[in-house]
């Protein structure tokens, strides 16, 4: 009897620690936070302002490899009254903070054919006349497709942040959204040189940030 006591003991600490690691990193329940940016992901409308959505397939697999209690996909689409139409395909993951904040497109989308040209800047999209947000964003191309620009960030709910180090950034987050947007290269927009997501950005982000808003 006592010779099994240390391995008593071992066994007990292993469990302990398996049950404090599964309450901290929620793996038996979603937090109430979570629960909230799930549905309102769910909810984002289709119509925002002058931009049309339309669902893009996801596959169950795709959702379980990135471990995203949601995983939205929507291709929104402004048509001006002259010129080519806008168009920004919008991919919304919603979770828990650890596997949001990896596997971002500098380092997925090589994988799959797409070679980033140059490394990753910073945008601060104004918005109602501040510029609290910020994204990654960066010029994609594949032989035999036209080049795109892709734009990424996280939001714990307050505000997108372009974070350096989002795993240890974001670590303490309950819950986070990770934002990626894909448009086509720049062009002239009232003497200004702007892509599709930016004007998607400058349209949208006000109400999308509503819509996603967490206290």
Known sequence: MTRSLPLLGAMTMIAIGGLVHGLVTDRWFVAEVRQEMAGRAADLPRVMGNWVGEDLRVLERHQRVADADVLLARRYVKSPPHGEPFEVVLVLFVGRSQPMS???????????????????????PEVEGQR????????????????RWVYWSWSDGRRWRAADDPRSEFRHCRGLYKLYLVGSMPRWIDGEEMDDVQIFLRDVLPELQNRLAVP
């Open 102 to 124: 990896v596997h971002t497109p500098d380092l997925c989308f090589p994988n799959t054919g797409y070679h980033m040209d140059s490394p990753a800047r910073v945008y601060n």
């Open 132 to 147: 609290r947000h910020s994204f990654w964003f960066a010029r994609f191309h594949k032989p035999g497709e036209s080049p």
